[in-house]
């Protein structure tokens, strides 16, 4: 089991052929862009990579709060390394 994070990134021309493909079939029920791209572009491979817990989804005012400390800290780490 995996925890997945955004954003997913395609080649635009990707992308693009694995929504065409959903909306010319009228397919609307994916869960995220790499659903789409595996099941309309079966040819393109999808890979995960390593990730990092800094790298978070701001969807609420606390988000935010979070994501500000977090660049704090990683401020105040880099000032020590000067």
Do not use: H, W
Request: aromatic residues 6%; proline residues 4%; positive net charge.
């Amino acid at each position: 089991m995996r925890r997945g994070q955004t954003p997913q990134a395609f080649k635009l021309g990707t992308i693009k052929l694995a929504y065409q493909r959903a909306s010319a079939e009228k397919r609307f029920s994916f869960t995220c862009d790499c659903g789409v791209v595996r099941s309309m572009v079966p040819g393109v491979r999808v890979a995960t990579v390593m990730g990092t817990e800094a790298n978070m989804k701001v969807t609420q005012p606390i988000d935010l709060f979070i994501a500000e400390k977090l660049l704090q800290e990683a401020g105040d780490a880099a000032n020590l390394l000067i």
